[in-house]
């Protein structure tokens, strides 16, 4: 987990993250801002070794760092330091825009790698694509704020793990999230201080939401992000009580930099 805050976090990033199987590595999105970098840097990773990205929509604490990712591929593209290729997949709304940033952000030498070896890779609603060697299905979970995007991975022996977004399950998610492995989902606080951050004005979740789903959908996992922040140093005890008194489960809330084992 690069990141696991909200838009508006100062005391951790935005929630980012790799998945890594075998040493393929797949980003789901990049954060606000080039931290993106140091995170990776910081977690083991030489951002050149990330060759599949996956954006679940165009708000900026999930999209700006990708921007920067795009900048240091197609940069070093140019310069000859980046051999390959790299694969951005994402909705159609959410690429046309990184298409654009680009343009007016870049240089044209570097610009001009985009389709020739940078490929901005549109996928649709249900529409299979294959990163960090699993197949994937990608699936609309029909926001009402913004276009977005979140996807299964199958993994292992019939295996699978659901990404959310940042957004309350959707029922139109169930054939996807239904009995997951695991469940990652956002939860913006606690139930019990809902009237101190008010997550449903700003179509979040709770803690206690979010299992209470986990629990319905059958998942054997769930792993809660997305989070404020006023919270940080006890989120994971506090977070974690309040799940349990729903859901069952395995739940994980992880802090920024924390790896979590899935199996």
Known sequence: MLGTGNATVTECYN???????????????GGGGNTILQRLKAAG?????????????K??????????????????????????????YGHDEVLSIIRDMAGQVLAAGEVAYIDKRLHLVEVKDGEEFVAAGNRCVAFDIRS????????????GDGKKLTCCGDEPYNECEFEYANNSDWLLHEAFCLYSQA???????????????????????????????HTEDKNIRDRKALYTAEGATVYDGNIVVPDDMEVIEIN
């Open 15 to 29: 929630t980012c993250f790799v998945v890594e199987d075998n040493g393929e590595l797949l980003l789901v999105d």
């Open 45 to 57: 990773y030489r951002w050149q070794d990330i060759r599949e990205i996956f954006v679940t929509h």
């Open 59 to 88: 708000h900026i604490d999930h999209l700006l760092g990708i921007i920067w990712m795009v900048r240091m591929i197609t940069q070093n593209m140019k310069r000859g330091k980046y051999d390959g290729e790299a694969y951005i």
């Open 144 to 155: 009402t704020k913004a276009k977005q995007f979140g996807f299964t991975m199958y993994y």
């Open 195 to 225: 009237d101190v951050f008010a997550p449903y004005e700003k179509h979040h979740s709770t803690a206690k939401d979010a299992c209470e789903l986990a629990a319905q959908l059958k998942a054997k996992n769930v792993v809660l992000y």
